[in-house]
């Protein structure tokens, strides 16, 4: 993650805090939330559940990337990192984590292209740059275009860990920073293909089979399809104060039918 990137995130939770701090004749409760552009959408929805419920908290929930999320956990710059990687064991010593649910990664492309289900290993081969046409599998003659994100971002880490492995994604690939510019990308572009999360999918961009299974919520929660990562809260220590109440409440009934809206298959528990 760019030390820039960093900086520009870290600035905009402290700006945050000093208005909710200082609006006259308001007292609030504050929380920070930073990290997975996956994760985002889903905690800001909790977040706006909740401050409607309890108008004397405001939630401040920033994207980045799972990297900053868990650096920035670790450094105490904000009570709640988020991210869509599993913790490396270093990183499970120093921070305590709640998950939220399972995500599906979806392999997506242009709605023009009739390709509508490759093998996992057909997938390795287009984004490594072994397959560079679409007509190679069963497509149209058009040349393939590989959208993926930037280092330090847990969809990256995941799909790479579950599809690419040792194998490395081609040069030329075409880097966005966010699930959402990624789904824009291959949207605009009939010869793309990038991966995206489920949370995320709309009509815009089409959702490929992996071997031969959809991604659903009853396929990721019954571990048919194989592409699928957590949606992770951090603590550093264990939560306390409006950290506490907030994931008190993100366990509860509402919490978990707003998870379920948001596409993510829920799980209860921590890890």
Do not use: C
Not at 3 to 27: D, E, N, Q, R
Not at 155 to 176: C, E, S, W, Y
Request: charged share 20%.
């Amino acid at each position: 993650m760019d030390s820039k990137y960093i900086i520009l995130i870290v600035a905009v939770l402290v700006i945050g805090s000093a208005y909710m701090m200082f609006t006259p004749k308001t007292h609030y409760e504050t929380l920070q939330i930073a990290g997975s552009t996956s994760v985002q959408p889903v905690a800001e929805k909790l977040a706006q559940a909740y401050m409607k419920e309890h108008p004397n908290v405001r939630i401040n929930v920033q994207g980045g990337g799972s990297g900053l999320g868990i650096r920035t956990t670790e450094q105490g710059i904000v009570q709640i990192g988020m991210s869509s990687e599993e913790l490396k064991s270093d990183e499970k010593a120093k921070l305590n984590s709640y998950t939220l649910g399972e995500d599906g990664i979806v392999v997506a492309v242009n709605n023009a292209n009739n390709v509508t289900s490759l093998k996992k290993e057909q997938v390795r081969d287009v984004f490594s740059g072994k397959i560079t046409n679409w007509k190679q599998v069963g497509g149209p003659d058009v040349q393939v275009h590989v959208i993926v994100r930037e280092a330090g971002s847990g969809t990256m880490n995941a799909f790479n860990n579950l599809v690419m492995g040792t194998t490395k994604i081609r040069n030329d690939a075409i880097v966005q920073s966010s699930t959402e510019a990624v789904k824009q990308a291959v949207k605009q572009d009939p010869g793309a293909i990038g991966f995206v999360s489920m949370a995320h999918m709309s009509s815009d961009v089409k959702a490929l089979e992996i071997n031969g299974v959809s991604p659903s919520d009853e396929t990721v929660s019954n571990g048919s399809y194989e592409l699928q990562r957590p949606f992770i809260f951090l603590f550093k220590g264990q939560p306390t104060g409006v950290a506490k109440e907030f994931l008190d409440w993100v366990k509860g009934p509402e919490g978990q039918a707003i998870i379920k809206e948001e596409k993510v298959v829920p799980v209860n528990g921590t890890s």
